[in-house]
């Protein structure tokens, strides 16, 4: 059975006579140069992982589908965090199986031959004229070091977990199971501690976000001259992330003045003042997936004003104590704990809230300026690993090899008020890329500076 082709606005009625022309007259372009990927050896030792913790047992994972944006307009297609860790592939509608004997298998949706049908030409979706070149069976076996076999193939009527979803046509097909909430789980806590080809996929991310925020400096002049200015600067970091990686990792904040209290600002469709700060949160997301997450909060004026500079200084500080307590076997919300302290005890000093430190730990009352936590894992995902058991995650301790984000903040808004008046409107957060080492944790993002006076410098030397 022939499938439908996907078209669209774009088609046009086919001839008889066109359809025969098309089948024939071009040349072989089979390759013959594919080696496999980087990855392939490190994603080989993942399904080995995967298939020891469920012995017997056949499990699905797929790629995920194309979602539509509008009409016969598709998205950019990302394919799930699981199936890019065990695969290293990233095509839409494919499954990875691994076998109750523990070998694994790859289906996907191979390369159409020019002499059958016209999905080639026609089909807006797959076709290679509309979308670009998939491999061959014979290239991703080659590619991904798997066995790979055509995607009609794929049976799915016997028991299995499966990650469900994330592609509706294998959850209609396969039976639904007791053990597929457990297979989710462990498909994320297995990403929890990386190998070291991740860290160095993350070290790339870090170190190209670090020159998009070098960007971002530059262009400040132009971008304060624009009414758009925030946009202006999220299009000069997306610039660098396209250059340097895949896209963003996730979508750009870019918040000047009290659109920097919006802990989400992605509108980014504000004018900017030389008066403000600027908070930049972004991350290039590398060609592999892997994301940096770092956030600077920066004077558009080149230097901090008293208040700003006060304010600053505590988020430094609250960072500071977080980042002490970063060791193997120090407990995962142990680090926002010790932000948090430190937060306490600057709004308490000011005069902010009127209770002692200790009690405003108990409390809460401090998280009216917080509002949320000081971290989380990163990896493939933003937030990554975030299927995994709280007790394995966020009640758990820290391993040799997890890479985490720390990032107190303070957001004061505009309208708020428990709080002086040169305070409202301010917001800052300063975030940091780490990964726990045998004796504490390393700073991936030091290529940025966190000090306020260092900021300033580095500033100086980057604008004209």
Known sequence: MTEPLNTGSHDLPITPELAEFMRSGWADTRRTDVAPLPVAPWAAKRRAALAARFPGERLVIPSGTLKVRSNDCDYRFRPHSAYAYLTGAGEPDDVLVVEPSGEARLYLRPRSPREEGEEFYRD???????????????????????????????????????????????????????????????????????????????????????????????????????????RYLEGVFGLRSRLEGNAVGYESIVASGAHACVLHWIRNDGGLDPANLLLL???????????????????????????????????????????????????????????????????????????????????????????????????????DCARSRAEVYLDGVLEEGHVLTVEPGLYFQPDDLTLPEELRGIGIRIEDDLVVTSDGAALMSSSLPRDPDAIESWMSALLP
């Not at 193939?153 to 396969?174: C, H, Q």
């Not at 990386?194 to 996929?201: A, M």
């Not at 993350?202 to 400040?220: C, M, S």
């Open 124 to 230: 807006r979706r797959y076709g290679e004229f509309w979308v670009g070149r998939r491999p061959d069976l014979a290239e991703a076996a080659e590619l991904y070091q798997i066995e790979c076999a055509h995607i009609r193939d794929l049976g799915l009527a016997r028991p299995a977990r499966v990650l469900r979803g994330v592609d509706p046509s294998v959850d209609a097909r396969a039976p639904r199971g007791d053990g597929d909430a457990e297979l989710e789980s462990f498909l994320s806590e297995m990403r929890l501690v990386k190998d070291e080809w991740e860290v160095g996929e993350l070290q790339h991310a870090v170190d190209a976000t670090g020159r998009g925020f070098e960007d971002v400096v530059r262009a400040l002049p132009q971008a304060l001259a624009h009414p758009r200015g925030e």
């Open 281 to 383: 949160d972004a991350g290039v997301e590398t060609d592999t997936l892997y994301t940096a997450d770092v956030t600077r909060t920066l004077p558009l004026s080149g230097r901090f004003s008293p208040v700003q500079r006060q304010v600053y200084e505590l988020v430094h500080a609250a960072q500071d104590a977080a980042i002490a307590t970063l060791r193997p076997g120090a407990r995962f919300r142990d680090f926002h704990l010790a932000a948090m302290r430190v937060i306490c005890e600057g709004l308490h000093d000011w005069g902010v809230l009127k209770d002692s430190p200790d009690t405003l730990m108990e409390t809460g009352l401090y998280r009216r300026y917080t509002l949320c936590s000081s971290g989380h894992m990163l990896g493939l995902d933003v937030h």
